[in-house]
């Protein structure tokens, strides 16, 4: 019996001793999209040296900034300006409770009538806050007034604000 364990001992022995502790670092390509628009980025990790490095980008959902928050300061919606339009006015400050720099854009999820919409709205931000600094905050404002021949609004809600990481 005591052969047996000695011998038991050797070949675990062996064994942990031939494993490779060799890591490597790898790139990750992966991509992903918003409003028709297509965003990539590269992630590193590391990986035992005999694993393969990635040959396709990968596919994934947009990565959105955790420890966000944000304050609304001004959400004005004016149904009829008195011109044949209404007007959305609104500023909002992003809140970045992260220890790291961002890059993004503000997404916005807003509710007209009955109709629930996210986007940009990059076209009439006068401060867009494409970057915010690490616990820091960034006041994002917009402006525009639209014509009752492109669209009649009864009423404009502010849902929700995210932030989408870009790099």
Known sequence: MKKLTSLLVLISL?????????????TI?????FNGQSY??????EVPCDFPDPTEPELIEPPLL?????EVINFTFTPDTGNNSFKL????????????????????TLK????TV?????????????????????TV???AEESFDIAMVNSIELINVEYLLTN
């Open 40 to 45: 990539s980025r590269d992630i590193a990790q």
């Open 89 to 108: 006015e609104f500023a909002i400050k992003l809140k970045n409770g992260n220890n790291f720099d961002v890059t993004g854009i503000p997404i916005f």
């Open 118 to 138: 996210s986007g940009s709205y990059d076209n009439n931000l006068i401060n867009s806050c494409n970057q915010i600094a690490a616990n820091s905050e960034c």
């Open 29 to 33: 390509p992966q991509f992903y999209f």
């Open 66 to 70: 955790g420890n966000f928050s944000y």
């Open 141 to 143: 404002t917009y402006s």
């Open 14 to 26: 062996i064994v942990l001793s031939s494993c490779d502790d060799c890591m490597k670092t790898i």
């Open 112 to 115: 007209n009538d009955d109709v």
